[in-house]
Structure formats: C-alpha cells, structure tokens
C-alpha cells in the first residue's frame, strides 16, 4: 500500500524558513517522480514543484522559483520542500504527490490529479 506521510509544518512569520518532509513507503521510491502540491482554503490545488526520480531534473511554479527548493533522498525513501522567504500567500495545506507511473516525470496536471497524495501538513504565515 502507498503511504506518504507529510510533516514539518507550522506557524511562522513573514519572511521566515520551513522544511518539508515527506515519508513513502509501500513502493519503490527511487523509481517514482514526485511533487507537491499545496491547497489554500477557499482556493484551488496548486502545483508547486516536481522532481524526478534521480533527483536530477527539478521544475517550480512561477510563484514560488527562487525561494522554494525541492530534494529527495532515495536511500532514506523522503522527499523534501525547503521553504525560504515565505510570504503570507504561501499560507496552506501541503501535499506531496506520486507519479502513477514509474520513471515518467511528473507534470503539474498530473500532480494536481494524481491518486496518490498523502494527508497534508499545514504552513501558516502569520505577523
């Protein structure tokens, strides 16, 4: 059964940092391309950012290129979000998404419909 369990977020000011962390399991991770994908009340899912399964090739929304870094770690089965100079607009729920098929990278469509998305960690950006 594919797990992904999000975790890292919280309640920060403008301006400041966070780190994202998502943990897989029931699958090959090294072979899957993986995103995420964030949710703000009363607004639609918004794709952030995709990376594929290497690790090598790494894309971003227009509104979070340059402050936001994607990672993974295939040995230890984890993908990361590194938030840096976060913004009130980036207030929401954060989802980390898998491809369905292995090796293909994901684009930001089939982020948003992908099946395979865990339960979300909630970043508030609040002075």
């Known amino acids: 059964e594919v797990q992904l369990v999000e975790s890292g977020g919280g309640l920060v000011q403008p301006g400041e940092s966070l780190r994202l962390s998502c943990a897989a399991s029931?699958?090959?991770?090294?072979?899957?391309?993986m995103a995420w994908v964030r949710q703000a009340p009363g607004k639609e899912l918004e794709w952030i950012s995709t990376?594929?399964?290497?690790?090598?090739?790494?894309y971003y929304a227009e509104s979070v290129k340059g402050r936001f870094t994607i990672s993974r770690d295939n040995a230890k089965n984890t993908l990361n979000l590194q938030l840096n100079s976060l913004k009130t607009e980036d207030s929401a729920m954060y989802y980390c998404?898998?491809?369905?098929?292995?090796?293909?990278?994901?684009?930001?469509?089939?982020?948003?419909?992908?099946?395979?998305r865990g339960q979300g960690t909630q970043v508030t950006v609040s002075s």
């Open positions: 990376i594929s399964s290497s690790g090598t090739w790494t």
């Open positions: 998404v898998r491809a369905k098929t292995p090796y293909l990278t994901l684009t930001a469509i089939q982020a948003l419909e992908s099946n395979y």
């Open positions: 029931g699958f090959t991770f090294s072979t899957y391309s």
